[in-house]
C-alpha cells in the first residue's frame, strides 16, 4: 500500500515562501510522474506542478517563475518551493503520484496566504 504524507503547510503573508513536502512510503522512482494539486471549498482539483521520473516539470501558468518542483529519490520525497505566494494561492494542497496504472494521493496540507 502506497502512502504519501504532506507537510509543509501553514499561515503565510502576501510575499511570503514556504516549502511542502511529500514523503512517499517507499522508493518514488517506480511513479511514472508525482505532482502537487490544489483545490479550494466548491472547485475541482487542479494541478499545480508535476514532475517526471526523468526531471521534466510542469507548471501551471498561475505558477510559473514562483513555484519549483523537485524531487530526492534517495529520499523518497518530492518538494513544491512557492516563492511570491499571494492570497490566490491559498487551498488544500495534495501530492499525487502515477505509476502505469495507478493513482495515489495524499491527505493534503493547508497553505493559507493572508494578512
Known amino acids: 500500500q502506497v502512502q504519501l504524507v504532506e507537510s509543509g503547510g501553514g499561515l503565510v503573508q502576501p510575499g511570503g515562501s514556504l516549502r511542502l513536502s511529500c514523503a512517499a512510503s517507499g522508493s518514488i522512482s517506480r511513479f511514472a510522474t508525482m505532482g502537487w494539486y490544489r483545490q479550494t471549498p466548491g472547485k475541482q482539483r487542479d494541478l499545480v506542478a508535476r514532475?517526471?521520473?526523468?526531471?521534466?516539470?510542469n507548471y501551471a501558468d498561475s505558477v510559473k517563475g514562483r513555484f519549483t518542483i523537485s524531487r530526492d529519490n534517495a529520499k523518497n520525497t518530492v518538494y513544491l518551493q512557492m516563492n511570491s505566494l499571494k492570497p490566490e494561492d491559498t487551498a488544500d494542497y495534495y501530492c499525487?503520484?502515477?505509476?502505469?496504472?495507478?493513482?495515489?494521493w495524499g491527505q493534503g496540507t493547508l497553505v493559507t496566504v493572508s494578512e
Open positions: 499525487n503520484a502515477l505509476t502505469l496504472n495507478k493513482e495515489y
Open positions: 514532475i517526471s521520473n526523468i526531471g521534466i516539470t
